[in-house]
C-alpha cells in the first residue's frame, strides 16, 4: 500500500486531475488518494462561512452559488466528451450534487451563533475536500482507473476541537480498516483535513491538514511510504516566492521536518511527521509535473546532514507583551495561568521569549484576538500587541546571514541559539 497526497493546486483545473490519473493509473498493490479541496475553494467557503456567521443569508449563498459554478467548470473539462477532452454543460454527478443541497440546506435554515463559530467553520469549510474527491473519484471511475470513495468523516474519529482538532488514532483504525475491508479495488480516493467527532460532528485538523491526514491514514494502513505531489522539484531551503535563490534538498530527517513544520515552513503540516516516524515510513516530496522525478525524501536517517541554511517566513502574526499587574514572576509563578487561555481559544503560540516579569509571544492571527486579549486582562495582566507583523526563522545560519538579517529594520524581538536564528518584524514583502 502507497499513500499519495494532492494539494488544491494540483487539482485547481481539469487538465490538474487528468494530471493526477496518468500519475495514479500504473500503480498496483494498493493506493490510497488523499486529496484537498481544489484550488482556492477554502478560502472562497471561509467567505461563504463569514457571511454565514454574520447572518447575511443571501450573500452567503451567492458566494456558495459561485464555489459550485467554479467546479462546474472542472466538471465540464472532465465528463461527456470524447476521451478525456470533456463537454460543455457536462450533469454534475449525483454524490456532487447531494453535497450541494446539503450544504444549501445549512446556509437557508441554520441559524449560527459566535460561539459556536469553529464548529459552523468546520461543517461548511470541509465541503471543498468533499466535493473535489467526488469529481475525482467519479473521473477515475469513468476511465477506468476503478477506486472506491472513502467518507472521511466516517473514518477519521477525532476529539471535539473544532478547527483544530486531534486524530483518536485507535478509534480511527478501527474505522478506516473497516472503510477499506472487502473492497474488490486497489485504489481508494478520501478526502484530506476533515474527520468528525465520536458523535458525528464534522471536524477539521487544521489549515494544510491534508498531509497530516495522509500520515494517519499510512500509519493506519501501515503504508509501505507517502508522497506528497507539489508544485516544486521537492524540499527546497526556502520559498522560491519570497526568497528567489532558493537552494534544493534531496534527504530530511524526521526531526528536520518537525523542526521545519513548526517554525511555518509550508513542507507539511506540523503533525504529520509523528504518525510516520512511529512506524518508519518515508515521506517522499515529488514533482506534480514530473512523475519520474525522485523528489526529496524525509526519514529517519540520511547520508549527510544539511548544509545550507533554511529560511522561513510566517506572515500574519501578532506579537503579544504580556505582564502581570502585581509583578508576579512570569515564569515561576504566572505561566501556569497563561497557556490554558491560549488553548481555550485556538491560538497557536509561535515563539515565547521571557524577561522576570514580561512574556512575549507570536501567535498567528486570529478573529478571536479582541476576545483572548479580555480573557488575559480579565486574570490579571497587562497587555499589548503588535499587528501585521512576521516572524523569520532561519536554521543553520552562517555569519553572514546573520550580519544581513540582524541589521534588517523594524526588528521587535530577536532569538538566536547555536543553529537558529528568529526574528520578529513589521511584514515586509519580499525579499
Same mark, same amino acid.
Given at each position: 500500500m502507497k499513500v499519495y497526497k494532492f494539494g488544491g493546486a494540483s487539482v485547481r483545473s481539469a487538465e490538474g486531475v487528468k494530471n493526477l490519473k496518468y500519475i495514479v493509473e500504473d500503480e498496483r498493490g494498493g493506493l490510497f488518494i488523499i486529496v484537498s479541496a481544489m484550488g482556492k475553494t477554502t478560502n472562497a467557503l471561509e467567505v461563504v462561512v463569514d457571511h454565514f456567521m454574520a447572518g447575511r443569508r443571501a450573500e452567503a449563498l451567492a458566494e456558495w452559488t459561485a464555489v459550485e459554478a467554479y467546479h462546474a467548470t472542472i466538471i465540464e473539462g472532465l465528463f461527456e466528451g470524447?476521451?478525456? +477532452?470533456?463537454?460543455? $454543460?457536462?450533469?454534475?454527478?449525483?454524490?456532487?450534487?447531494?453535497?450541494?443541497? @446539503?450544504?444549501r440546506g445549512i446556509l437557508s435554515t441554520a441559524t449560527p451563533t459566535e460561539n459556536d463559530f469553529e464548529k459552523w467553520y468546520d461543517a461548511l469549510v470541509s465541503f471543498g475536500e468533499l466535493i473535489s474527491t467526488s469529481i475525482i473519484s467519479e473521473y477515475l471511475n469513468a476511465v477506468g482507473v476503478r477506486n472506491r470513495w472513502v467518507d472521511m468523516r466516517r473514518a477519521m474519529v477525532t476529539d471535539q476541537k473544532f478547527k483544530y482538532a486531534n486524530v483518536d488514532m485507535e478509534a480511527s483504525t478501527v474505522k478506516l480498516r473497516e472503510a477499506v475491508a472487502g473492497a474488490d479495488v486497489d485504489v481508494f480516493v478520501g478526502q484530506g483535513f476533515i474527520g468528525a467527532t465520536p458523535s458525528g460532528k464534522t471536524t477539521t485538523l487544521g489549515r494544510e491538514g491534508s498531509d497530516y491526514s495522509a500520515a494517519v491514514v499510512a500509519s493506519i494502513l501501515d503504508a509501505d511510504s507517502?508522497? /506528497?505531489?507539489?508544485?516544486?522539484?521537492?524540499?527546497? &531551503?526556502?520559498?522560491?516566492?519570497?526568497?528567489? #535563490?532558493?537552494?534544493?534538498? !534531496? @534527504?530530511?530527517?524526521?526531526?528536520?521536518?518537525? #523542526? *521545519?513544520?513548526?517554525? $511555518?515552513?509550508?513542507?507539511?503540516?506540523?503533525?504529520?511527521?509523528? !504518525? *510516520?516516524? &512511529?512506524?518508519?515510513?518515508?515521506?517522499?516530496?515529488?514533482?506534480?509535473?514530473?512523475?519520474?522525478?525522485?523528489?526529496?525524501?524525509?526519514?529517519?536517517?540520511?547520508?549527510?546532514?544539511?548544509?545550507?541554511?533554511?529560511? /522561513?517566513?510566517?506572515?500574519?502574526?501578532?506579537?503579544?507583551?504580556?505582564?502581570?499587574? =502585581?509583578?508576579?514572576?512570569?515564569? @515561576? #509563578?504566572?505561566?501556569? @495561568?497563561?497557556?490554558?487561555?491560549? #488553548?481555550?481559544y485556538n491560538v497557536k503560540v509561535n515563539l515565547?521569549?521571557? +524577561?522576570?516579569? &514580561?512574556? +512575549?509571544?507570536? /501567535? =498567528?492571527?486570529?478573529?478571536?484576538?479582541?476576545?483572548?486579549t479580555r480573557a488575559l486582562e480579565g486574570h490579571g495582566f497587562f497587555v499589548t500587541r503588535d499587528e501585521g507583523m512576521e516572524l523569520l526563522t532561519i536554521r543553520g545560519y552562517t555569519e553572514p546571514y546573520l550580519e544581513r538579517y540582524s541589521r534588517v529594520p523594524g526588528i521587535y524581538l530577536a532569538q538566536r541559539t547555536r543553529k537558529i536564528l528568529r526574528l520578529m518584524r513589521k511584514e515586509a514583502g519580499g525579499q
Open positions: 470524447p476521451g478525456d +477532452s470533456g463537454a460543455k $454543460g457536462a450533469k454534475t454527478p449525483a454524490g456532487v450534487q447531494k453535497l450541494y443541497d @446539503e450544504a507517502v508522497a /506528497i505531489w507539489k508544485d516544486v522539484i521537492g524540499v527546497l &531551503n526556502a520559498d522560491p516566492k519570497i526568497f528567489p #535563490e532558493s537552494t534544493f534538498i !534531496p @534527504e530530511l530527517t524526521y526531526l528536520d521536518a518537525v #523542526e *521545519l513544520a513548526f517554525s $511555518g515552513a509550508q513542507i507539511i503540516h506540523p503533525k504529520t511527521i509523528k !504518525p *510516520l516516524q &512511529n512506524k518508519n515510513i518515508p515521506l517522499y516530496v515529488r514533482p506534480f509535473g514530473d512523475k519520474m522525478a525522485p523528489g526529496s525524501v524525509i526519514r529517519g536517517q540520511i547520508a549527510a546532514p544539511i548544509e545550507v541554511p533554511i529560511l /522561513i517566513l510566517k506572515r500574519g502574526q501578532v506579537l503579544l507583551q504580556i505582564r502581570p499587574r =502585581d509583578y508576579s514572576f512570569v515564569l @515561576e #509563578e504566572k505561566v501556569g @495561568e497563561i497557556f490554558p487561555i491560549f #488553548e481555550q515565547v521569549q521571557t +524577561s522576570a516579569v &514580561n512574556m +512575549s509571544l507570536s /501567535i =498567528d492571527k486570529t478573529r478571536r484576538l479582541d476576545e483572548l
